[in-house]
């Protein structure tokens, strides 16, 4: 079983950063050269994604009314 890890595409949003964990075994499926270390795309098994965003928001208004 091999692991590739990664940042996770912009168009996902990511503002706090992130990362991709793609995981399969080496085993020459999809088109790659089996036992050759790479995790290749043909490869890929499953994938995770951690995404984190930065969320501001008014808590409290503390000069209410000037």
Known sequence: MLTSISSPAA????????RV???????????GTAQNGVL??????????YCSKYVIWQVADINSGT
């Open 40 to 49: 290749e795309s043909g490869e890929v098994d499953y994938t995770t994604t």
């Open 21 to 31: 964990m793609m995981q399969g075994l080496d085993n020459g499926d999809g088109g």
């Open 11 to 18: 168009s996902l949003g990511c503002t706090a950063g992130g």
